[in-house]
């Protein structure tokens, strides 16, 4: 809904894998509406792990550009895309993570983050900045407060408690300040005063609230 608010105001230049730009134009039909925009949305490839430049250096000998890479997490498509056409796309372009270079700096972000694998801690490690998926607090956040939701590992996020949570993982020791993103509403951290809150802030973690900003 985001991209479809935002082409009202200002030409769009939309970043993402084949397998995402499949996904939302050859069966939501919503998405239609991108191709009625005046100017019209242009759609660049996101390939995975190819640093590609976003603003290109003022000199060819600085390193003064804004480089970013597509990293696969090894997530799914949503539910909404067929059987047919899920079969027809890479997997690995389902979830992605970003990685921003400038100024030998880097940033890592992963508002969505199913936790498979291990490049994604790599990635973290690498980084000055990961802002990484804060979603819920445990896996079955959902269901405890009503039955038949599904658990938060079901819906591609890794919690943040529990057996191999987030707050569990043993990252090297590195530079890299961790801020929590896409919080929902069910999640305690939210809560100031709670015990949540005071472990993630006394593991070394930042939660993220509106209007927050980091600098490199």
């Known amino acids: 809904m985001g991209l479809l608010h935002l ?4 030409p769009l230049q939309i970043f993402s894998t ?3 730009r499949r996904a939302l134009t050859e069966e939501n039909s919503l998405f239609r509406v991108l191709n009625r925009a005046n100017p019209p949305v242009r759609w660049e490839t996101l390939a995975l792990d190819r640093l590609i ?4 250096a003022s000199l060819p000998e600085k390193k003064s550009g804004l480089f970013c890479k ?3 997490l090894n997530g799914n498509y949503p539910e909404y895309v067929s059987e047919s056409l899920r079969h027809s796309l890479a997997p690995e372009e389902a979830v992605i993570g970003l990685s921003l270079v400038s100024k030998e700096k880097r940033l890592f972000y992963a508002p969505n983050l199913p936790g498979i694998g291990d490049s994604w801690t790599r990635n973290v490690e690498e ?3 990961a802002i990484l998926d804060g979603t819920f607090w445990k896996d079955e956040e959902l269901s405890s407060i009503q ?6 590992r079901q819906m591609g996020h890794l919690p943040l408690w529990g057996d191999n949570g987030l707050l569990r993982k043993a990252f090297r020791p590195s530079k ?8 929902n509403n ?3 951290v939210l809560n100031e005063q709670s015990e949540e809150c005071r472990f993630v802030r006394q593991a070394g973690w930042e939660i993220a609230y509106d209007g927050m900003e980091l600098a490199l």
């Open 18 to 20: 084949v397998g995402v």
């Open 186 to 188: 069910t999640n305690p």
């Open 127 to 129: 980084a000055d900045l």
């Open 70 to 72: 597509a990293v696969g």
């Open 176 to 183: 890299t300040r961790r801020v929590l993103i896409h919080i």
């Open 147 to 152: 039955k038949g939701s599904k658990s938060a």
């Open 53 to 56: 430049p976003l603003v290109p």
């Open 7 to 10: 082409r009202e105001f200002q």
